[in-house]
């Protein structure tokens, strides 16, 4: 199994997953920029469309699309209550999760990244980026997860988001205006998650140790 990353990109949450699988996979990192993998090949021939993440099965079939690559990675495994079953309320919400993570948080921080080029939109975009954690903030107010009590896949979707905003040490690949000070539910879940080993594990894979 190969899962092609950018170090501190989105593919940081299937990452996390394989992790809490305890399932060996190889890690092939892509130059963004450039579009070639770090074995000189085109990551197009990969990936038409030129994103992350790509997790390749050992029968050479690939799935792209992250929130799709966490649920599949899941669902292998279904006795580690990473994902609920199937057909369940609980695996609705689950993908509400995921659908809210993708278009409100993952689509509403790109901007931000890019504010030379977003330019005035960023004024648009940034409170309504901030109310979205707000909320976050909320529904963590009597949880110790996204989805209650247990660790799913959407926390370790939320991880790889949250950064870009939340931490300063990855300032060399993504940074964007976003502060939660004032956020203390969803500091304390970022606290958590940050040492779990599944992601101790990924980002001194991917080099994104905490820098002091």
């Not at 996390?16 to 993998?37: A, F, H, R, S």
């Not at 901030?130 to 009597?142: H, P, S």
């Given at each position: 199994m190969k899962l092609y990353y950018m170090p501190a990109a989105c593919?940081?949450?299937?990452?996390?997953?394989?992790?809490?699988?305890?399932?060996?996979?190889?890690?092939?990192?892509?130059?963004?920029?450039?579009?070639?993998?770090?074995?000189?090949?085109?990551?197009?021939?990969?990936?038409?469309?030129?994103?992350?993440?790509?997790?390749?099965?050992?029968?050479?079939?690939?799935?792209?699309?992250?929130?799709?690559?966490v649920q599949y990675l899941a669902d292998q495994h279904p006795q580690t209550g990473l994902a609920p079953a199937n057909g369940t309320m609980d695996r609705y919400r689950l993908q509400e999760w995921l659908s809210f993570l993708t278009s409100e948080i993952h689509k509403g921080f790109i901007p931000l990244l890019y504010a030379g080029l977003a330019g005035?939109?960023?004024?648009?975009?940034?409170?309504?980026?901030?109310?979205?954690?707000?909320?976050?903030?909320?529904?963590?107010?009597?949880?110790?997860?996204?989805?209650?009590?247990?660790?799913?896949?959407?926390?370790?979707?939320?991880?790889?988001?949250?950064?870009?905003?939340?931490a300063s040490w990855l300032k060399s690949y993504y940074q964007a205006d976003i502060h939660f000070d004032g956020l203390k539910n969803l500091q304390a879940w970022y606290g958590r998650l940050y040492e779990r080993p599944s992601v101790q594990r990924a980002l001194r894979a991917e080099k994104l140790e905490k820098r002091t």
């Open positions: 593919s940081l949450s299937p990452h996390i997953v394989l992790n809490e699988l305890g399932i060996d996979v190889t890690l092939i990192k892509v130059d963004n920029k450039k579009q070639i993998t770090e074995l000189g090949d085109s990551y197009h021939d990969v990936n038409e469309l030129g994103y992350v993440p790509v997790l390749e099965l050992d029968d050479g079939t690939r799935l792209r699309e992250g929130a799709v690559i005035k939109y960023v004024n648009t975009v940034k409170p309504r980026l901030e109310k979205r954690f707000a909320w976050i903030n909320e529904q963590l107010a009597d949880r110790q997860f996204l989805m209650g009590d247990t660790f799913t896949v959407v926390d370790a979707y939320l991880f790889a988001l949250i950064g870009w905003g939340q």
